[in-house]
T-cell receptor
Framework: NAGVTQTPKFQVLKTGQSMTLQCAQD?????MYWYRQDPGMGLRLIYY???????DKGEVPNGYNVSRLNKREFSLRLESAAPSQTSVYFC??????????????FGEGSRLTVL | AQSVTQLGSHVSVSEGALVLLRCNYS??????LFWYVQYPNQGLQLLLK??????LVKGINGFEAEFKKSETSFHLTKPSAHMSDAAEYFC???????????FGSGTRLQVQP
């Protein structure tokens, strides 16, 4: 019962390098999200995908791109990494229930350091 | 627009003592409210949620929260702290009909033996 799986768990990049964070969920959820977590700032939404084929910007999208590859997978790409992107990244998924908000299910996080 | 303020980035209690974690929200419409917990090196998991039904919401692990519209608050409580409650707790708000949640900055709970 994997839930939400993120890879890699740890990554160190040099400024200017690119990388992709992968996320997959096995709960058949329509909505998927990418958040970043920084000390004292809680979680901030980078991008989300309400359903397969759609993506929308969140609170802090600059410097990132996303791809909703299929219903299961939602990837986050850093084209040219900057030290300000050093953070812990969380992928989450949810399914809306009529009349009630869906619960967010989170992966274990990907810790990224940009030197 | 919506926002969440969590008062106190760190709270320390003794085992067996009352836990009170504070959350105040701002929202242009009646919101959904949530408390999530994060254990070390893990993702967040839902503790409880308020969806405009009962104002007192019971969650997992003995936690509960009360929605007070007049105070725009949604404080989290537990009558008796356990060592296993040590974690970081996040309050979050969502506008009904919208996908995204807005999280507070978190409160780290320490439980002393």
């Amino acid at each position: 019962n994997a839930g939400v799986t993120q890879t890699p768990k740890f990554q160190v990049l040099k400024t200017g390098q690119s990388m992709t964070l992968q996320c997959a969920q096995d709960m058949n959820h329509n909505s998927m999200y990418w958040y970043r977590q920084d000390p004292g700032m809680g979680l901030r939404l980078i991008y989300y995908s309400a359903s397969e084929g759609t993506t929308d910007k969140g609170e802090v999208p600059n410097g990132y791109n996303v791809s909703r590859l299929n219903k299961r997978e939602f990837s986050l790409r850093l084209e040219s990494a900057a030290p300000s992107q050093t953070s812990v990244y969380f992928c989450a998924s949810s399914e809306r229930v009529a009349g009630s908000p869906g619960e967010l299910f989170f992966g274990e996080g990907s810790r990224l350091t940009v030197l | 627009a919506q926002s969440v303020t969590q008062l106190g980035s760190h709270v320390s209690v003794s085992e067996g003592a009352l836990v009170l974690l504070r959350c105040n929200y701002s929202s242009s419409v009646p919101p959904y409210l949530f408390w999530y917990v994060q254990y070390p090196n893990q993702g967040l998991q839902l503790l409880l949620k308020y969806t405009s039904a009962a104002t007192l919401v019971k969650g997992i692990n003995g936690f509960e929260a009360e929605f007070k519209k007049s105070e725009t608050s949604f404080h989290l409580t537990k009558p008796s702290a356990h060592m296993s409650d040590a974690a970081e707790y996040f309050c979050a708000v969502q506008i009904p009909g919208r996908r995204a949640l807005t999280f507070g900055s978190g409160t780290r709970l320490q439980v002393q033996p």
